[in-house]
């Protein structure tokens, strides 16, 4: 278990990588960080000097950032067969970094309650929310996995973006996407890792209150 750690918060994008690492089934040590606390401290700022979360430690390497770690992951552990094989991987590139890139922005963008002007939109590597959100609609539509005929790491982080987009309604609930969501979701690996983070946070709550100070009899 030593040497893979994984550095996360239960409410954050950490949730995606316990998806991915329970995916590939090989014992992980956990390292819950604060937001605005250790997140931001040594010996955590020495991993990923952004001070962020999502991270890895594989063998003393670190990784960092969720497409990356996903995709460092797949290849690290192939027998779990959750990336296609070198020369059939067109589509599993291109949408694994269609979402951390384009969708990334367009939702971040939409989020802030901005929009570039028209004659700006050609310097946003999104171009436009709309554009990138019907682009990813059409990525999913008619087809049951996005890169082939079977589960890919490509569809856990494009199910985790398409879920973690709804949740917090910047995503329109299109059929396209909750079918698929619903699809690429119902794994053994997916329950078993928000049931691990939910336990996390329902700790993490309970602690909170508890050190709250308590009104005088």
Known sequence: MGDLVFYTNPMSRGRTIRWMLEEIGVPYKTEVLGYGTSMKQEPYISINPMGKVPAIKHEGKVVTEVAAI??????????????????????YYRWIFFVAGPIEMAFSIKAAGWEPDADKQRMFGHGTYDLAINTLEKAVSGKQYIAGDKFTAADLLVGAYIGFMIKFDLLEPRPAFTEYLERVTDREAHRRAASIDDQLIAEMQAQQQQAQPQPAA
């Not at 992951?73 to 070198?86: I, N």
């Open 70 to 91: 996903v995709c460092y992951l797949a290849d690290a552990f192939p027998e779990a067969g959750l990336a296609p094989p070198t020369n059939d991987r067109a589509d």
